[in-house]
């Protein structure tokens, strides 16, 4: 009876958690389809405001910057992210350490300082606000979290591999790609994934860094709220959770994957033993 009731009153923690944490997305994906304005009364079932916002000039605008920007930086700072990890692990381990430490610094930093930060900075030196300092701003912000993800598929990389790729021939340029990439693959699109979500969510350093001549979905949706909340800001709320959603999925799959790959691989291994 008493391991009826832990269990009941456990279940029903994590249950008022998840409620706690979801019950406002599941209300603006709801109302998302309200025919009403109102938020309070429900109008019926439409699509209109789906339609609507499909033919806002500004929303387009903003989406195609936000799409731009998210698979630039990405793109961007996992290929500085490689790079980097790879060149770690020719240092000793106090210096990769020291390293590493300081790449988590921007991680708990506020967004706040970052946003401020970078503005000073571009500011110093002359660069004006666009999609430039947009671009490197994000760049900036999403290289530690790309270090992050690559650098434990790095420390399990068999330096052997390499240098037997060589050995058998190959240049080191083509070892690389043909060896080396392929083993950390999925670290890299896991961080493909993860900074191209993280820069699709920001807020607080795009509204620092953007300047008047670029804005991000995150800045167009702040701009409509300031003037009233409008049900075609539900519906492009509910269609950026959803593709936000799908990509931790994805993400969540292919950890799982591999997860199952690296123990069916230690199985091999000890069965031939």
Not at 29 to 41: G, L
Not at 76 to 83: K, R
Not at 183 to 192: K, N, R, Y
Request: glycine share 4%; hydrophobic share 50%.
């Amino acid at each position: 009876m008493i391991r009826l009731i832990r269990k009941f009153l456990r279940n029903g923690y994590m249950a008022l958690v998840f409620l706690f944490l979801y019950a406002p997305v599941a209300v603006l994906v709801v109302f998302s389809f309200n025919k009403s304005k109102s938020r309070a009364v429900w109008g019926g079932f439409t699509l209109d405001w789906y339609r609507q916002l499909l033919q806002n000039d500004s929303i387009l605008e903003a989406l195609r910057t936000t799409l731009a920007l998210a698979a630039l930086s990405a793109i961007i700072a996992t290929a500085v992210a490689v790079v980097t990890c790879l060149g770690l692990t020719g240092f000793r381990r106090r210096a990769r350490a020291a390293i590493m430490n300081v790449t988590y610094i921007p991680n708990v930093s506020p967004d706040l300082v970052t946003g401020i930060s970078l503005m000073l900075l571009f500011s110093f030196i002359g660069i004006v606000s666009g999609f430039p300092t947009l671009l490197l701003a994000h760049i900036a912000f999403n290289i530690p979290y790309a270090i992050l993800s690559i650098s434990p598929k790095v420390r399990q990389l068999d330096r052997n591999v390499f240098e037997a790729a060589l050995d058998l021939g190959c240049r080191p340029a083509r070892a690389l790609l043909k060896v080396v990439l392929p083993e950390i693959m999925p670290g890299i699109v896991t961080s493909l994934i993860l900074t191209f979500t993280l820069s699709i969510d920001d807020f607080t350093i795009s509204y620092f860094t953007a300047g008047s001549s670029a804005s991000t979905l995150a800045i167009t949706i702040y701009n409509m709220a300031r003037k009233g909340v409008s049900p075609q800001i539900n519906a492009l709320s509910s269609i950026m959770f959803l593709v936000v959603l799908l990509l931790l999925v994805v993400v969540n799959i292919r950890s799982s994957r591999d997860n199952n790959r690296k123990a069916k691989k230690n199985t091999e291994e000890v069965l031939t033993r």
